[in-house]
T-cell receptor, first 113, second 113 residues
Framework: DAGVIQSPRHEVTEMGQEVTLRCKPI?????LFWYRQTMMRGLELLIY????????DSGMPEDRFSAKMPNASFSTLKIQPSEPRDSAVYFC???????????FGEGSWLTVV | EDKVVQSPLSLVVHEGDTVTLNCSYE??????LLWYKQEKKAPTFLFML????IEKKSGRLSSILDKKELFSILNITATQTGDSAVYLC?????????????FGKGTKLSVKP
């Protein structure tokens, strides 16, 4: 079974550029989560969707961040404009809204210089 | 404010030792507590605990929850170098998706040969 698929795996970009991270959840899962992980703050939930609808985006740091889920098999997290403090690993995860756990992708490692 | 605190932050042991990792939480409308293992990439699921006093076991790993005292422990017996990882504790609460997890900062375990 294919797990959660994220792209790109690594990205290095200059400050001010737009960054788009992509996620394909596990087929059949109806919940999708975006997390950010840094050494200082650990894993933080940014936003999650149920049935393609954003339920809680209170973790999104500021207006430079936006996320969409146009269909059940695809989501994007966009940062515009990017800043060095956005450097982190961004994980996408999916699960069943009534299930026991969520499954993580391998992360997108973002460096903003 | 809901939160989860893990201790110790890091731990170095030798192969064969037994370790106990701690997770305490303060959360309203608690639903479940989960343990994840993170090596170099994505967190992988270990256990989900919902009831007090019922031990979950998987090989050399076991975990238990105390809902009265609001903590959980993860035990690893006869540690091996392959157990070296960051162990993450997370909770979910009612009012959100089962997979809407809030993570602690983790315990970094290093097992020396």
């Amino acid at each position: 079974d294919a797990g959660v698929i994220q792209s790109p795996r690594h990205e290095v970009t200059e400050m001010g550029q737009e960054v788009t991270l992509r996620c394909k959840p596990i087929s059949g899962h109806n919940s999708l989560f975006w997390y950010r992980q840094t050494m200082m703050r650990g894993l933080e939930l940014l936003i999650y969707f149920n049935n393609n609808v954003p339920i809680d985006d209170s973790g999104m740091p500021e207006d430079r961040f936006s996320a969409k889920m146009p269909n059940a098999s695809f989501s994007t997290l966009k940062i515009q404009p990017s800043e060095p403090r956005d450097s982190a690993v961004y994980f996408c995860a999916s699960g069943h809204s009534s299930g026991n756990t969520i499954y993580f992708g391998e992360g997108s490692w973002l460096t903003v210089v | 404010e809901d939160k989860v605190v893990q201790s110790p932050l890091s731990l170095v042991v030798h192969e064969g030792d037994t370790v106990t990792l701690n997770c305490s939480y303060e959360v309203t409308n608690f639903r479940s507590l989960l343990w994840y293992k993170q090596e170099k990439k994505a967190p992988t699921f270990l256990f989900m605990l919902t009831s007090s006093g019922i031990e979950k076991k998987s090989g050399r790993l076991s975990s238990i929850l105390d809902k009265k005292e609001l903590f959980s422990i993860l035990n690893i017996t006869a540690t091996q170098t392959g157990d070296s990882a960051v162990y993450l504790c997370a909770y979910s609460n009612y009012g959100g998706s089962q997979g809407n997890l809030i993570f602690g900062k983790g315990t970094k375990l290093s097992v020396k040969p």
